[in-house]
């Protein structure tokens, strides 16, 4: 099953790849790999979930706010290189806007986690990961993602 049937068939449709709000590529390839810049599940005038998990945001409106961001990096490659030409998502690296006694930080990023396995299934989307957490993340975010993936080479 290709990314676009699991997609449809998840009921899901790829939002319009963010403008990126600095001076930096939405994405860079090198050699046969992507390397996606951060992203939050902001779409278009929409920011999305802002707040600090812990405290006025609790960790399943998190997750939610992660697998946007998930959905926003898909659309990402999907625009610099179309979603066929993924190889193996590397690695996904996962920033959790939280209250200094926050420990859940993984359980947040697997909203992420599970909807790149969802779209690239489980032989393409599995991936390394890392999850941290961080005191403030643009326009107030809860959740910023960034990814590395493998492409045809």
């Not at 049937?5 to 998840?10: G, M, P």
């Not at 939050?40 to 961001?69: H, K, M, S, W, Y």
Request: contains cysteine; hydrophobic residues 45%.
């Amino acid at each position: 099953m290709t990314p676009q049937e699991r997609l449809a068939r998840l009921g899901l449709t790829l939002p319009e790849p963010a403008t990126p709000k600095g001076a930096y590529s939405p994405s860079r390839l090198c050699g046969n790999q992507i390397w996606v810049s951060g992203t939050t599940a902001r779409r278009g005038v929409d920011p999305g979930v802002l707040g600090v998990v812990g405290d006025d945001v609790t960790i399943e409106q998190a997750q939610v706010q992660a697998e946007n961001a998930a959905l926003n990096l898909v659309a990402a490659i999907d625009a610099a290189v179309g979603l066929d030409a993924v190889t193996a998502v590397l690695h996904l690296r996962g920033y959790v806007r939280a209250t200094t006694d926050f420990g859940s930080h993984p359980a947040v990023i697997d909203g992420a986690s599970r909807m790149l396995v969802a779209v690239f299934g489980e032989q393409v989307g599995a991936h390394a990961r890392t999850a941290i957490g961080v005191a403030s993340l643009p326009g107030g975010a809860c959740v910023e993602l960034e990814l590395v993936a493998a492409l045809e080479p």
